[in-house]
């Protein structure tokens, strides 16, 4: 069975960095996309970046671009996002989740989450970013 295991939430003040940690066991298939979406108090889970098991091109939301960098060890099977910059809009619950790269795609173009079109998710870690 396919688990992922988060950590590095945190606190954080504004301006601060810091790098959160995915590392998956269990076996994958497929083409997949393995990333991180977010969820504020009172809002909609939302995707922020994944990097593709293609060709490990990244994704990221208009958020988070020019700001974070996603990176995977593959011998780790660990995945992780550098976050740069950090404001207080950042401060959510980051969960890592695993999907087909259709599902990653799709859930980014429609703005739709069918959170059970993933294959995994992590328990979430929170971020707080204080002003």
């Known amino acids: 069975q396919l688990q992922l295991v988060e950590s590095g939430g945190g606190l954080v003040q504004s301006g601060r960095s810091l790098r959160l940690s995915c590392t998956a066991s269990?076996?994958?298939?497929?083409?997949?996309?393995i990333g991180w979406f977010r969820q504020a108090p009172g809002k909609g889970r939302e995707a922020v970046s994944f990097?593709?098991?293609?060709?490990?091109?990244?994704y990221y939301s208009d958020s988070l671009k020019g700001r974070a960098t996603i990176s995977g060890d593959n011998a780790r099977k660990t995945v992780y996002l550098q976050m740069n910059s950090l404001k207080p809009e950042d401060s959510a619950v980051y969960y890592c989740?695993?999907?087909?790269?259709?599902?990653?795609?799709?859930?980014?173009?429609?703005?739709?989450?069918?959170?059970?079109?993933?294959?995994?998710w992590g328990q979430g870690t929170l971020v707080t970013v204080s002003s």
């Open positions: 989740a695993l999907g087909p790269l259709a599902t990653w795609i799709n859930t980014i173009m429609v703005g739709t989450l069918d959170i059970n079109a993933f294959d995994a």
């Open positions: 990097i593709s098991s293609i060709d490990g091109s990244p």
């Open positions: 269990g076996t994958t298939s497929g083409d997949y996309g």
